[in-house]
T-cell receptor, first 115, second 116 residues
Framework: GAGVSQTPSNKVTEKGKYVELRCDPI?????LYWYRQSLGQGPEFLIY????????DSGLPNDRFFAVRPEGSVSTLKIQRTERGDSAVYLC?????????????FGPGTRLTVL | AQSVTQLDSQVPVFEEAPVELRCNYS??????LFWYVQYPNQGLQLLLK??????LVKSINGFEAEFNKSQTSFHLRKPSVHISDTAEYFC??????????????FGQGTTLQVKP
């Protein structure tokens, strides 16, 4: 079946612009996670959704970052007033349910470059 | 706060040689441990995980990892590597401090380079 998909695969923008990154999780997965991976680093947690609600947004670096999942499926990560330091690969993962042992299935990521 | 340390950023090894990728974690509560692999131009894939029970866990492609609570380690091993094992390997932890969300804390990653 289809895995987690993310669009666009690459996004180049200018400093100060607004961007939206989209994630389509595996059908039926209620848990959705966003991570950010900077060059040479492991992924860092940003936000977790259980259904439509953001159950844990403790990883969002500041109020320029926001994410939604209005119907409990597709999620959009929104970044306002982008900065060069926002350049990274943004990863989305979904899981059948929340829980400490459930496998997270990752998408291919969106590479964001802020010039 | 929990953290994960992968002691080697790159591990070069010849084909058919054994390999060990090291991972240490810090957590004050019971943990769940994972190894994810990222092949070139592909997304992260779960390789193996430890939740409870036997401390030795194995993957379908010959990797194994052992949970050592006293040393807070979860090292990944393979007795004989193949060229196709060339990839980035990430160790990750999840524990009850994460509020039962299942969010993962990752290490910095280790690049395994298998040479012919």
């Amino acid at each position: 079946g289809a895995g987690v998909s993310q669009t666009p695969s690459n996004k180049v923008t200018e400093k100060g612009k607004y961007v939206e990154l989209r994630c389509d999780p595996i059908s039926g997965h209620t848990a959705l996670y966003w991570y950010r991976q900077s060059l040479g680093q492991g992924p860092e947690f940003l936000i977790y959704f259980q259904g439509t609600g953001a159950a844990d947004d403790s990883g969002l670096p500041n109020d320029r970052f926001f994410a939604v999942r209005p119907e409990g499926s597709v999620s959009t990560l929104k970044i306002q007033r982008t900065e060069r330091g926002d350049s990274a690969v943004y990863l989305c993962a979904s899981s059948l349910d929340r829980g400490l042992g459930n496998e997270q299935f990752f998408g291919p990521g969106t590479r964001l470059t802020v010039l | 706060a929990q953290s994960v340390t992968q002691l080697d950023s790159q591990v070069p090894v010849f084909e058919e040689a054994p390999v060990e990728l090291r991972c240490n974690y810090s957590s004050s509560v019971s943990v769940y441990l994972f190894w994810y692999v990222q092949y070139p131009n592909q997304g992260l894939q779960l390789l193996l995980k430890y939740l409870s029970g036997s401390t030795l866990v194995k993957s379908i492609n010959g990797f194994e990892a052992e949970f050592n609570k006293s040393q807070t380690s979860f090292h990944l091993r393979k007795p004989s590597v193949h060229i196709s094992d060339t990839a980035e390997y990430f160790c990750a932890v999840s524990d009850h401090n994460t509020g039962n969300t299942g969010k993962l804390i990752f290490g910095q990653g280790t690049t395994l380079q298998v040479k012919p």
